[in-house]
């Protein structure tokens, strides 16, 4: 029989798509491997300060608000709405975290009026976007105008006149506790004073990871789980993806598009909204007028990063989180050992992306940045104040760029909708 018969009779099966998937043991040997690294570039430049438990610590708490944030666009879009507005949506967080704390004497009403302030901006947000079907953009722009005005507002009417208040500013709110793993912390604490190689490193992160942490800071994280379980282990999940992907076959199907898009941008606002009561209630203890400084952006881009998945844009936040500690304690030289990490990183991806992926001009482009990047380490010493404070958003830039090739949307993201439309 013919190869042409072969093939008509039995066709030839095309080869599996192999998509790599993000295991929790490799996830723990990449971050043990990143640790190596800090720790060699600990020992070679001297700066300490890049696995201390008080730049962890500090990385920690910079990392919460930029990744509630990005939670809360990972809901919005995932339901198909642009959430430009959550920038708005945290300033909201912010003056009413602090209102909520102060009204009640409780750092935890705090955070429950926060969350219900960024749920109205959400709220505005549906109703423009949702029910009206204005382009999602020019509704995001708009609620992060009203969000500054509004809540200019509100401290003159509010704050102006209480002691240590004013028209820009909240006084002191109640403090939020914090919590220790018992034990350990002077154990780490000597062994991190020591600087030996590696070991010193993990006594740093552990401690930075386990000592005064912010009972504010531990549901932050626990979000990030609790969200990938409801959006991607429940019925209900299943149904507010469906109407960011495809809402006319959801709708076919009996779901409320409408009513699953508004829901999924309330949550979206909720969580921004506790993105900025971390900043009045714990960052800083008190509101003050542009006190979210682009975070919500952030958020956003962190989103981006993960590739709309929520493991992915907590990483996101760490990394900003970690670049902006890193900018604050030693400064130009935290910053510069931070180089040699990303030159030696930059090598690793050019060697995978020659021998595993066959990727020569691909290679050869990530080869030459890790070349430039390590010359602009050995010819320096340090890096210049004026750079370090741009150093997260430079990063954040860069590893947009370099996931650009990979990030899939929702399908529906962004696009109106309609009920009873057949496309």
């Known amino acids: 029989m013919s190869a042409t018969g072969l093939t008509a009779d039995r066709p030839v099966e095309a080869a599996p798509n192999r998509r790599f998937r993000l295991t929790f043991p490799m996830l723990l040997l990449g971050l043990v491997a990143l640790i190596v690294l800090l720790s060699i570039a600990r020992m070679v430049t001297g700066a300490n300060d890049i696995t201390s438990g008080g730049t962890v610590s500090a990385a920690l708490g910079l ?19 642009v959430n430009i507005g959550l920038e708005g949506m945290m300033i909201l967080g912010t003056w009413f975290g ?32 949702v029910t009206f079907g204005v382009d999602h953009i020019i509704s995001g722009v708009a609620i992060n105008i009203v969000g500054v005005g509004f ?6 009417l509010v704050f102006d006149g209480m002691p240590g208040g004013g028209a820009k500013q909240s006084p002191p709110v109640p403090s939020m506790s914090t919590l220790s793993v018992p034990w350990i912390g002077d154990p780490l604490r000597t062994l991190e004073a020591k600087h030996w190689f590696v070991l010193s490193d993990f006594a740093g992160v552990l401690r930075g990871l386990t000592q005064n942490v912010s009972a504010f800071t531990i549901l932050a994280i626990l979000l990030v789980p ?55 209630i714990v960052a800083a203890g008190i509101y003050r007028d542009g006190q979210t400084g682009g975070r919500g952006y952030i958020g956003l881009a962190a989103m981006i990063f993960g590739n709309w998945r929520p493991g992915g844009l907590a990483g996101g936040a760490a990394l ?38 066959g990727r020569n001009k691909a290679a050869l482009i990530t080869g030459i940045g890790a070349v430039v990047v390590f010359v602009v380490f050995a010819v320096t010493d340090t890096v ?30 962004g696009i109106p909708y309609r009920r009873g439309q057949t496309t």
């Open 320 to 357: 900003f989180g970690y670049t902006d500690a890193l900018q604050l304690r030693q400064g130009g030289t935290s910053v510069h050992a931070l180089l040699l990490v990303v030159a030696l990183l930059l090598a690793a991806v050019a060697i995978y992306q020659l021998v595993r992926q």
């Open 63 to 81: 990392a919460v608000p930029i990744g509630l944030a990005a939670l809360g666009g990972l809901w919005s879009e995932r339901a198909g709405v």
């Open 384 to 413: 210049p104040e004026q750079f370090t404070s741009f150093t997260p958003y430079l990063t954040t830039l860069l590893v947009l760029s370099l996931a650009s090739q990979r990030l899939r949307p929702p399908a529906a993201d």
């Open 98 to 129: 602090a209102w909520g704390a102060l009204q009640f004497d409780n750092p935890w009403a705090g955070v429950v009026a926060g969350a219900i302030g960024g749920a109205l901006g959400g709220a505005i947000h549906a109703v423009a976007t």
């Open 151 to 156: 809540t200019q507002y509100l401290s003159k």
């Open 226 to 280: 609790l969200s990938y379980y409801v959006l991607w282990r429940t019925a209900f999940g299943l149904r507010v993806r469906s109407v960011g992907e495809r809402p006319v076959a959801a709708e076919s199907l009996g779901v409320n598009v409408y009513l699953y898009k508004w829901i999924a941008v309330l949550f979206s606002g909720g969580l921004a909204g506790l993105g900025g009561a971390f900043l009045s």
